[in-house]
């Protein structure tokens, strides 16, 4: 019996685990009610953004930094709507940024938040027009 349970408890982690990876590694194909379909390809944290391209992608900015970018590439949109990018310093909400996708086979826009000398964790997370989370990306200020 004890190693039926353990089975069942290594079976149960490993799909956890599988599910954890889908939502990271797959892009996402979004269709809210009454919304368009879309899928977001990228949302990166960057240094900058230059010609609608992110540069400096990474996840920990030193405390002297002043402004990060969100960035957001979308595919196959099929028609407008907006999204929320929902900036967070640790669980407090420091900023809501609203942006519009245009219908297309590609969209790229971006959020920017400066930091204000803030250290620690901060979060953003991307919402479709009827509030449901897209897709959440994370960065660390040392």
């Not at 349970?5 to 685990?17: K, Y």
């Not at 930091?115 to 449901?132: I, P, R, T």
């Amino acid at each position: 019996m004890k190693k039926l349970l353990e089975s069942i408890h290594a079976f149960m982690f490993f799909l956890l685990l599988a599910g954890a990876l889908m939502t990271v590694l797959v892009p996402k194909s979004v269709q809210a009610e009454g919304q368009s379909h879309f899928t977001v390809s990228r949302l990166e944290i960057a240094g900058s953004v230059e010609n609608l391209k992110p540069i400096g992608v990474v996840d920990i900015f030193a405390a002297s930094t002043e402004k990060v970018y969100c960035f957001l590439e979308a595919t196959a949109i099929e028609q407008d709507t907006t999204v929320s990018f929902i900036w967070y310093h640790r669980d407090k909400r420091m900023a809501i940024v609203n942006l519009p996708l245009k219908k297309g086979a590609k969209w790229r826009t971006y959020s920017s938040k400066r930091l204000g000398g803030l250290k620690g964790e901060w979060k953003v997370e991307l919402q479709d027009a009827d509030s449901n989370l897209l897709q959440t990306v994370g960065f660390t200020v040392e």
